[in-house]
């Protein structure tokens, strides 16, 4: 009888013969963190279409588009371990795109489930035509250490055994696996990938660190202070949407494998949205904190869109959302309008975080108004109220709070906890935005219209 093959048993191999150092499990989890930006954001993001990953115990990959390109395996536990597990932090904040059509939900990767043996410790590999790269994190507990692999005999070992356990455990998706490989024909081994991963991997890890400068310790004490609860923050988001993406998951699993009465399908799902809602707020705080703390970070590379096909989109979810609280959503969209210079998949989060900042705290029968013009040689997107027991346009004041730090803004009467203005204006204006606001025009965001000379 052959032995079973096991992705704890991938890992032991790949481990064995390496001179390598140990650390405990949070700094552990910060570089596979640190890893998957710099694999994603620096490599992964040049490569071509196609390809395929394999990833245990959720999906690593937390950029859309990384997921978009290419097919997925992925081998995840039935039922709900995670709440007993010290793994946890080690779990996606942003796993694949969900689709819910008549409550089923519908991944662009294949599910498979993950044995007990197989371990909890997180596991990546990625196969392109032109870039290939294996991570994981190995040992035992508080005595973990990260392994990137990209040399042909690893990456061989390492598929041949996957095609070994694909085969134990689903003959069809061992097929499909197979034939994923031979669709990529030949592949030019990146030998060199591990002297670029380490050294940019040691800048992500060391920029982390708040800025600290002995010289100018006086005069920059405020903005060292500032940087330093950006990243705070940005530690902080990461730790609450692990385990909100982790209940999302688990909600998945449950609707698509047990039966139950409507009652408590609904109230899943509804559960299900909240998590989605706070994982969405969360992430615009994470963007906002990563802004703020990044001075000398690349501007955003932005693209043409429609900005009306979007709003048309986003409506029927800002509508179903608002609508739990009482709320109506009035849009006013003209039809064929320019196209606009801004980057689609963070404006999108950004206008989902101001429709909750100008909804909080309004009263039940309220209606919020969106409104999208041309300007000039901008579109001009406003959005107004009309509160429920004036029945007149107005502005809510959304800034009755005082700021918390340079990112966020509380306030004690809605008990929100929201953007400030300052980092608002600043993350619109990443993506091509300028924000006004006042009280007899509403909340006001300008976009530069895309005209041939942007091409």
């Given at each position: 009888m052959k032995s079973l093959i096991t992705i704890k048993k991938i890992q032991d191999l790949l481990l064995q013969g390496l001179n390598t150092s140990y650390v405990d499990d949070e700094t552990s989890r910060r570089m596979w963190w640190a890893s998957l930006e710099v694999i994603q954001k620096e490599f992964l993001s040049h490569t071509q279409e196609g390809g395929f990953w394999v990833a245990s115990p959720l999906p690593a990959l937390t950029d859309k588009k990384c997921l978009a390109k290419m097919q997925g395996w992925l081998w995840s536990p039935e039922g709900f371990p995670y709440f007993q597990m010290d793994n946890a932090g080690f779990l996606p904040v942003d796993h694949s795109i969900k689709i819910k059509e008549d409550s089923n939900f519908v991944r662009n990767y294949k599910v498979l489930n993950l044995n007990t043996k197989d371990g909890y410790e997180?596991?990546?590999?990625?196969?392109?035509?032109?870039?290939?790269?294996?991570?994981?994190?190995a040992g035992e507990k508080d005595e973990r250490t990260l392994l990137m692999r990209c040399d042909e005999s690893s990456l061989k070992t390492a598929i041949e055994l996957i095609d070994a356990k694909l085969n134990q455990e689903n003959f069809e998706e061992a097929i499909n696996f197979r034939n994923a490989i031979k669709n990529l024909g030949d592949l030019n081994i990146n030998n060199e990938f591990d002297k670029s991963f380490w050294p940019s991997l040691s800048i992500k890890l060391a920029n982390l660190i708040p800025k600290l400068s002995v010289q100018n310790a006086v005069k920059n004490d405020d903005k060292n202070d500032q940087l330093t609860e950006a990243k705070l923050l940005q530690?902080?988001?990461?730790?609450?949407?692990?385990?909100?993406?982790?209940?999302?998951?688990?909600?998945?699993?449950t609707l698509r494998k047990y039966n139950m009465d409507e009652s408590m399908r609904n109230r899943l799902i509804q559960i299900d949205n909240e998590c989605n809602e706070q994982i969405d707020r969360f992430g615009l705080i994470f963007?906002?904190?990563?802004?703020?703390s990044n001075d000398n970070?690349?501007?955003?590379?932005?693209?043409?869109?429609?900005?009306?096909?979007?709003?048309?989109?986003?409506?029927?979810?800002?509508?179903?959302?608002?609508?739990?609280?009482?709320?109506?959503?009035?849009?006013d969209i003209p039809k064929q309008l320019?196209?606009?210079?801004?980057?689609?998949?963070?404006l999108e989060l950004m206008l989902r975080g101001l429709i909750d900042k100008n909804t909080r705290g309004l009263r039940e029968g309220s209606t919020l108004i969106l409104e999208l013009r041309p300007a000039g040689q901008k579109l001009k997107l406003q959005l107004k109220v009309k509160k429920f027991d004036t029945g007149k346009n107005e502005i809510f004041n959304t800034e009755n709070g005082s700021d918390i730090g340079p990112v966020l803004n509380w306030n004690p009467q809605t008990g929100s906890l929201q953007l400030s203005q300052v980092a608002t204006q600043k993350l619109l204006a990443s993506l091509g935005g300028h924000v006004t606001q006042r009280r007899d025009t509403g909340l006001t965001v300008f976009f530069p219209i895309a005209d041939i000379d942007h091409i």
């Open positions: 997180p596991f990546l590999i990625i196969i392109t035509t032109n870039f290939q790269c294996l991570l994981t994190i530690a902080i988001s990461h730790e609450v949407r692990t385990p909100l993406a982790t209940i999302r998951t688990l909600i998945s699993s963007n906002a904190a990563e802004l703020v970070s690349p501007p955003n590379q932005l693209a043409r869109i429609n900005l009306g096909e979007i709003l048309y989109k986003l409506s029927p979810v800002w509508s179903k959302q608002l609508k739990r609280r009482g709320i109506s959503i009035e849009t320019p196209e606009i210079l801004s980057d689609s998949e963070k």
